[in-house]
């Protein structure tokens, strides 16, 4: 599974916003969601994944970044995981890129 729009997920603390500002035509803006290309981005981004799926992590799923991989040894305990990995989800607000999400694989190449 693949969390779309991951890093805009995580909220800016509100002492660290005014370090975001830039400029352009239409004025000042500083981000009040971490942005991709922070140099604590990724870190913070994986911190926030492991916190979500604490307890599930490497008994039912595997996480990396913004990817997720569950794994079961038949198909319905896989249902049941599945179902948790997506409560976790949706608890935490995330949504899913369907374009990237593959379901019911046997094999899968996870990096």
Known sequence: ?????GYWNVPMHPDSVSKTAFTCNYGLYEWLVM???LCNAVTAFERLME?????LKWRICLVYLDDCVIF???FPT????VRQVLTRFQQ???KLKM???HWGRS???FL
Request: aromatic content about 6%; charged content about 25%; glycine content about 6%.
């Open 92 to 94: 935490a607000g995330f």
């Open 78 to 81: 896989h249902l049941v995981r």
């Open 51 to 55: 916190t979500v799926l604490v307890d």
């Open 72 to 74: 079961s040894k038949d």
């Open 1 to 5: 599974m693949d969390i779309a729009s």
């Open 35 to 37: 942005p991709f290309g």
């Open 107 to 109: 094999q899968v190449a």
């Open 99 to 101: 374009k990237k999400c």
